[in-house]
């Protein structure tokens, strides 16, 4: 939970700051020993890890928004400066309820680096999940396909809100200009 202090110092979730802010406190949330995140072996040996909040809200059919941050690993180990992403889509399936979900997708290998960071990425998944109240947890693949070619990724949400469902989803990515 967000603290009111820190709510108060918190940038404007459109900005880069903002989305930079959002992606530390995910990262926060999933390496927390006391919540069961992501395991430490996978994002240490990602070749790129992108940190995007969600807006989704659906009954049979579902749609979704969002933005976030891309980091990619460079040959010497260290990671890119933070690039600003943008994420529309829709769903199908059962489904229903609404959720804010933080979401942390993992580029396993090259391919899947060089397919999102094309000019317009087509995301393709299966989505299962349920977020009830302040606490809820999806993992899942995804394949995404660009100009660049295809690769696969590993996502990971913590979501709020009540949403469930079982569903296929499609969305696109791209990369957005930012005011600050």
């Known amino acids: 939970m967000i603290e ?7 940038p404007d979730r459109t900005t880069l700051p903002g989305m930079i802010w ?45 933005t976030g941050v891309l980091l990619a690993r460079r040959q010497d180990g ?15 399936g059962a489904l229903f309820g609404a959720a804010i979900k ?8 090259d391919e899947a680096i060089n397919s999102f960071t094309a000019m317009n990425t087509i995301k393709l998944g ?7 109240g302040p606490v809820g947890r999806e993992m899942s693949g ?3 396909i660009s100009g660049k070619g295809a690769g696969q990724a590993l996502s990971y949400t913590f979501s709020k809100g009540l949403f469930a469902g079982v569903g296929l989803e499609g969305a696109i990515l791209r990369g957005r200009a930012t005011d600050k």
């Open 4 to 10: 009111k202090k820190e709510q108060d110092d918190r």
């Open 22 to 66: 959002n992606a530390s406190h995910i990262l926060d949330q999933a390496l927390d020993p006391k919540c069961k995140g992501i395991p430490r072996q996978l994002l240490e040996g990602c070749k790129g890890v992108a940190f995007i909040s969600v807006v989704e809200a659906g009954f049979i059919f579902s749609g979704h928004a969002g």
């Open 78 to 92: 260290s990671w890119s400066p933070p690039s600003a992403l943008g994420l529309a889509g829709v769903g199908f």
């Open 102 to 109: 933080d979401v942390i997708i993992l580029l396993v290998d």
């Open 126 to 132: 299966g989505e299962v999940g349920v977020a009830v």
């Open 142 to 144: 995804d394949y995404n």
